[in-house]
């Protein structure tokens, strides 16, 4: 099946970097969303974007599907963007799951 | 907005026990799904429901689960006899067609004991 992979797995932010997280996958995809897991364990939707680029905020999202990857852009880092991301993709052929990548754990300290 | 709603947000159980959570998906909604992250680890597919019938599950999905739209608005998940290792955060998800973009519960925590 498809392989999601994201890195860093870890990454440690005072506030107001900005930061950058990664997204590979090994197959094509129809669906590609990156969700933010906050500490109560909810998973918010950031970005529904199979291609191309989006923002929100202080947030932006692009993903390259000839080349398989989807980056994760956070500028001006706050306390509150703590938590884990995760990209989940679903592949093209017959299937509507969403396969979820291990996740990059992002603390922010002030 | 609208949102997907899950009831209960944490359910302590013993082992052997039948559970059953609950999911009122986004209203105009067609595709349903349950997910399962157990802790610390990433979020898993259990299963899509699509016209009152599955349409993918995963092989966590063995015949101690199964899933039901028994009117409008709700969707379940039952697990029959409660192990250890269910003990998770089950998530439902809706999403308004195939392909498109799926929108989480906030999620179940399942304790079995």
């Known amino acids: 099946g498809i392989q999601v992979e994201q890195s860093p797995p870890d990454l440690i932010l005072q506030e107001g970097a900005n930061s950058t997280l990664r997204c590979n996958f090994s197959?094509?995809?129809?669906?590609l969303q990156w969700f933010h897991q906050n500490p109560w364990g909810q998973l918010i939707n950031l970005f529904y974007?199979?291609?191309g680029t989006k923002q929100n905020g202080r947030l932006s999202a692009t993903t390259v599907a000839t080349e398989r990857y989807s980056l994760l852009y956070i500028s001006s880092s706050q306390t509150t963007d703590s938590g884990v991301y995760f990209c989940?993709?679903?592949?093209?052929?017959?299937?509507?799951?969403?396969?979820f990548g291990t996740g990059t754990r992002l603390q922010v300290f002030p | 907005e609208p949102e997907v709603t899950q009831t209960p947000s944490h359910q302590v159980t013993q082992m052997g026990q039948e559970v059953i959570l609950r999911c009122v998906p986004i209203s105009n909604h067609l595709y349903f799904y349950w997910y399962r992250q157990i802790l610390g680890q990433k979020v898993e597919f259990l299963v899509s429901f699509y016209n009152n019938e599955i349409s993918e599950k995963s092989e966590i999905f063995d015949d101690q689960f199964s899933v039901e739209r028994p009117d409008g608005s709700n969707f379940t998940l039952k697990i029959r006899s409660t192990k250890l290792e269910d003990s998770a955060m089950y998530f439902c998800?809706?999403?308004?067609?195939?392909?498109?973009?799926?929108?989480f519960g906030p999620g179940t925590r399942l304790t079995v004991l």
């Open positions: 974007i199979p291609s």
């Open positions: 989940a993709v679903e592949g093209s052929y017959n299937t509507d799951k969403l396969i």
């Open positions: 998800a809706s999403s308004s067609d195939r392909d498109n973009e799926q929108f």
């Open positions: 197959d094509s995809v129809n669906n």
